[in-house]
């Protein structure tokens, strides 16, 4: 059976761990930063809508999502925009692309300035006749000591699963042996994050969970037919 090595923080490594198991994989979850809540108030006005490229970004914005609830959403994806209806929000609409594409949508719909609560570490979205008005909500802090286990799962040839640029940058980082190892990067960014080097890379076709195990699976059976 093909282990995976799920380096994405909790509560989303918990959701790939249930769909790649579903989809008959081993899983070793072992999350590569811990989301930290950053105090942050939110401007009440000045805005039309609300840009959400992180259900991380939600479940930072804790007692301040009451007061933008009632807001129209966008949402970079189907997860992101599930976390915003659990979380309150009413008027979502779910992209089904990257945050260029969700940021194109919202303009073409009339939006012209966007909220955008987001993480410390986030790539900037530019978009003619926007104005996007960034506030971060959260940190993702780097976990030292996730190094022995992602080792360890190394070891046992795990494929690596990168849910982020920033994730496959730390984890290329510190891989001292990167012709041993294969990747599965959930969009080109994340892949061109990562660099070269590696025994295989596999990327999404779209930057879902689904697609990102779709990217796996063709590594696992690259490597089974020798």
Request: net charge neutral; aromatic share 4%.
């Amino acid at each position: 059976m093909t282990l995976l090595l799920v380096l994405r923080p909790e509560p989303g490594a918990g959701a790939t761990r249930a769909r790649a198991e579903a989809a008959g994989f081993s899983v070793d979850v072992v999350p590569l930063f811990e989301i930290v809540p950053v105090a942050t108030e939110l401007p009440a006005d000045g805005w039309d809508a609300v840009l959400l490229t992180s259900a991380n970004a939600v479940r930072a914005l804790g007692a301040q999502t009451a007061a933008l609830a009632g807001r129209r959403a966008y949402a970079v994806g189907a997860a992101t925009a599930a976390a915003a209806r659990a979380a309150g929000f009413t008027d979502v609409t779910a992209g089904d692309g990257d945050a260029t594409a969700i940021v194109a949508r919202a303009a073409a719909e009339g939006a012209r300035r966007l909220l955008h609560p987001t993480g410390r570490e986030h790539r900037a979205v530019v978009h003619p006749g926007v104005t996007i008005e960034t506030r971060i909500v959260y940190s993702a802090e780097l976990r030292p000591a996730a190094w022995p286990a992602i080792a360890d799962a190394l070891r046992r040839d795990a494929i690596v699963l990168l849910h982020s640029p920033r994730a496959a940058a730390c984890f290329a980082e510190h891989c001292a042996d990167r012709a041993r190892v294969r990747l599965a990067a959930i969009s080109p960014a994340a892949a061109t994050a990562a660099g070269g080097g590696w025994r295989a890379l596999a990327t999404a076709a779209v930057p879902t969970d689904a697609a990102l195990l779709d990217a796996a699976s063709r590594l696992s059976a690259d490597a089974a037919r020798g």
